[in-house]
């Protein structure tokens, strides 16, 4: 069995053949799903999937950086109004994001600190997005005298920021298409790290593995991004199924 860590099937992308998204990926191995949300305007969509297939779709609870803007209180208050009524697999996706906007970096930094207390006082792990913010990132890290348990959702760093992060937290690194891309460089990164530090996700639909770089990435293509795990790690594709599905199994503690 396969786990795609973090996944937007309740994204337009999906709109008009979820269903048959969903079936493809299940038949491809891939039986648990884990929703990651944006802010406000996802959460509808996202309960929606998770209601409806409940059995292999999970939610999470949490503002997405760049969607960290004027308003961001307001949509801070809302998730956590949500975390208090309904059940979550975890918070996230929460983090810094200094690619697109450094606008609201201030308030970014706000935003993830509020959030990790939000998973210390709900026994939750988060899910981390890290985007040219990994010494940001670990600057707030570092202001908690206990971490949640976690994910380092779409890693993409260097070696020694791998290191950093197996050595002083909680988190695993989640591993996606990237790793398939020629000039990477994480399958690098990734040949010295043991197996029990990762877990697989897509990040769909961004980011498809090769050779559907530049689509609409699907959870079904979990068993390509495993498959060079394997090939990088040169063991089995069982045994990158069986540790990382038991490493999200870890993290999430669902039911």
Same mark, same amino acid.
């Given at each position: 069995?396969?786990i795609?860590?973090h996944t937007?099937l309740y994204?337009?992308?999906?709109?008009?053949d979820?269903?048959?998204?969903?079936?493809k990926?299940?038949d491809?191995?891939?039986? /648990?799903?884990f929703?990651p949300n944006?802010?406000?305007?996802?959460?509808?969509g996202?309960?929606t999937?998770?209601?409806k297939? +409940?059995?292999?779709?999970?939610p999470?609870m949490?503002?997405? +950086?760049?969607?960290?803007k004027?308003n961001?209180?307001?949509?801070l208050?809302?998730?956590?109004?949500?975390?208090?009524?309904?059940?979550y697999?975890a918070v996230g996706?929460?983090?810094i994001?200094?690619?697109?906007?450094?606008?609201?970096f201030?308030q970014q930094v706000e935003?993830?600190?509020?959030?990790?207390?939000?998973?210390l006082?709900?026994?939750? +792990?988060?899910?981390?997005?890290?985007?040219?913010?990994?010494?940001?990132?670990f600057?707030v890290l570092t *202001?908690?005298?206990?971490?949640? /348990?976690?994910?380092?959702?779409?890693f993409?760093?260097?070696?020694?920021?791998?290191?950093?992060?197996?050595d002083?937290?909680n988190?695993?690194l989640?591993?996606?298409g990237?790793?398939?891309?020629?000039?990477?460089?994480?399958?690098?990164?990734?040949?010295?790290?043991?197996?029990?530090?990762?877990v697989?996700?897509?990040?769909?639909p961004?980011l498809? +593995?090769?050779?559907y *770089?530049?689509k609409?990435n699907?959870?079904?293509?979990i068993p390509l991004?495993?498959? /060079?795990?394997?090939?990088?790690?040169?063991?089995?594709?069982?045994?990158?199924?069986?540790?990382?599905t038991?490493?999200? /199994?870890?993290i999430?503690?669902w039911?």
């Amino acid at each position: 069995m396969f786990i795609d860590t973090h996944t937007h099937l309740y994204s337009e992308e999906f709109k008009t053949d979820i269903a048959a998204a969903l079936q493809k990926a299940i038949d491809a191995g891939v039986e /648990k799903f884990f929703l990651p949300n944006i802010d406000s305007s996802s959460v509808a969509g996202m309960h929606t999937l998770c209601n409806k297939y +409940p059995q292999h779709c999970f939610p999470m609870m949490g503002l997405h +950086p760049c969607s960290v803007k004027e308003n961001y209180k307001e949509e801070l208050a809302i998730a956590y109004n949500y975390l208090q009524s309904k059940k979550y697999v975890a918070v996230g996706e929460i983090g810094i994001d200094l690619y697109w906007d450094k606008t609201f970096f201030n308030q970014q930094v706000e935003a993830f600190e509020t959030q990790i207390n939000w998973a210390l006082e709900f026994n939750l +792990p988060i899910v981390i997005h890290c985007r040219n913010s990994f010494d940001e990132i670990f600057e707030v890290l570092t *202001r908690f005298k206990k971490l949640p /348990k976690g994910i380092f959702h779409c890693f993409s760093g260097n070696a020694e920021q791998a290191q950093k992060i197996i050595d002083t937290t909680n988190f695993k690194l989640g591993i996606g298409g990237v790793i398939t891309f020629k000039n990477s460089g994480l399958d690098k990164v990734i040949e010295n790290i043991d197996l029990k530090h990762l877990v697989l996700e897509t990040d769909s639909p961004y980011l498809a +593995p090769a050779p559907y *770089r530049g689509k609409r990435n699907e959870s079904a293509y979990i068993p390509l991004i495993a498959a /060079k795990v394997a090939e990088v790690k040169k063991c089995s594709l069982l045994e990158v199924a069986s540790i990382t599905t038991a490493n999200a /199994k870890e993290i999430f503690n669902w039911v």
